[in-house]
């Protein structure tokens, strides 16, 4: 029965020595560089912005994500918290395990001691193997003997290597706490930020409802802008669409003449039918039927292209290299409270950054809308439109790679760096942006 404590005594040893704790202590730090970098980024944007105008849109914008970015840094501070106090726990918890295991070990150590103590003598152990009665008697004596020597050896094997276990416990507990520390400190650091950049939020919302008749100026500019692009892009597509019609339709009609030529052909040249014998009609073998394209955008050229980037949906590259997204697809918050949707993605950047095409296609248009250029490019029946380009580099009709610059961002109507990012399928029906691109 000892034996077989001490056998699990081993086995409950190696298991706690075994054990190797999670990454998810890594995972966490992966984030709070993630979240610090974007924190330096919104700051960065936030600067820039304060040093060309007065409070707008884009200062509050920044600012209410820069507070976002900072709660989720202090999330994350909790979250870590949270797991150096189980680790804390765990380690108690086996430290505990070690102590009630070390007593255990210890009073059975000296039970062992004790009764070896009293039976130390030579005699008393030839005698316990001469009184056997058989030979195969005297040798199980002999091999318990020995049994029992070694069982005493891993007695004391398993006291030394607990307390060594126990002591290693003690030192990860004390450098547990410490961590701790110095998390908690981070935190209250991080609390005061996030103090000082609410008031600024505070601060830079009030001077925007001082603006009033400004700020309903801009939702008006803001909605009269994007409805000239909607319409350019509808016009694009339609004018596209109709292109494909006719060129399907004359395709169909040059088809149907030579299928009637062959045919007619086919007749007159057959050879006479004999005296008696039925007249040779040329048979004509009807075409296969053909299954129907799935939009007239769709054409032999671009099926797998169209096909590759619906395959790329949630991984597609962003248009600009350094962007922060201003205005999402949908319901936008302002300031004021007042709700401004968008059927499109705004992202600012610095005036004058390369636009870049987020997959490869046919430029379909380039067209002015009072001082800024708005370039169109097709994807099979995908087509991706870029609004607030200050100046275009490629040609309508060009053949673009995904990545190659098409123009240059240029000021929105804050004064700020922006560009307007759409992408529409063939019927004109306005997709959300994001759900395509890959995630920042």
Do not use: C
């Not at 944007?45 to 920044?62: I, R």
Request: glycine residues 4%; without cysteine; hydrophobic residues 35%.
């Amino acid at each position: 029965m000892m034996k077989v404590f001490f056998t699990a005594a081993t086995f409950f040893i190696a298991a706690i020595a075994t054990a190797q704790p999670g990454n998810t202590r890594e995972e966490l730090e992966k984030q709070k560089n993630q979240l610090k970098k974007e924190l330096e980024q919104t700051e960065r944007m936030l600067n820039e912005n304060k040093t060309k105008s007065k409070e707008n849109y884009v200062q509050w914008k920044l600012a209410n994500d820069k507070v976002n970015l900072q709660d989720r840094l202090i999330d994350n501070i909790n979250r870590d918290i949270n797991l150096l106090d189980n680790n804390l726990y765990n380690t108690q918890r086996d430290i505990n395990r070690y102590n009630k295991l070390l007593d255990t070990l210890k009073q059975e150590y000296a039970k062992s001691m004790v009764y070896a103590y009293k039976n130390r003598s030579n005699y008393d152990h030839i005698n316990f193997i001469f009184s056997a009665s058989s030979f195969n008697d005297a040798i199980k004596r002999i091999t318990y003997l020995k049994s029992y020597r070694d069982y005493r050896e891993m007695q004391g094997q398993n006291i030394l290597r607990t307390q060594d276990l126990r002591k290693r416990r003690l030192e990860e507990l004390t450098g547990t706490k410490q961590q701790k520390n110095v998390v908690l400190q981070s935190k209250d650091k991080e609390m005061a930020v996030l103090e000082k950049e609410k008031i600024e939020k505070d601060r830079i919302m009030n001077e925007l409802k001082k603006q009033g008749k400004q700020l309903s100026d801009r939702i008006a500019a803001i909605k009269k802008k994007e409805r000239n692009v909607l319409n350019v892009i509808a016009a694009t597509i339609k004018r596209e669409n109709d292109l494909a019609r006719k060129e399907a339709a004359a395709k169909a009609a040059k088809d149907a003449a030579a299928a009637k030529a062959a045919a007619k052909v086919n007749t007159t040249t057959s050879a006479p039918a004999k005296p008696g014998s039925k007249p040779n009609v040329a048979t004509v073998k009807p075409k296969p039927e053909t299954k129907p394209k799935e939009t007239v955008a769709l054409n032999d050229a671009n099926v797998v292209l169209n096909t590759e980037f619906v395959k790329n949906r949630g991984s597609l590259p962003w248009p600009v290299d350094r962007g922060y997204p201003l205005m999402h697809f949908g319901p936008n918050t302002l300031p004021s409270g007042t709700k401004i949707v968008t059927t499109g993605l705004s992202i600012a950047t610095d005036i004058g950054s390369s636009v870049k095409s987020i997959f490869e296609g046919t430029v379909l248009s380039i067209i002015y809308i009072e001082e800024i250029q708005v370039v169109t490019i097709q994807h099979g029946k995908y087509y991706s439109t870029y609004s607030n380009l200050g100046s275009v580099s490629v040609q309508k009709g060009q053949q673009v790679q995904s990545g190659q610059t098409i123009g240059r961002a240029a000021a929105n109507l804050d004064g700020v760096g922006a560009v307007d990012f759409y992408i529409s399928d063939d019927k004109s029906n306005q997709q959300d942006p994001e759900r395509w691109l890959r995630r920042k």
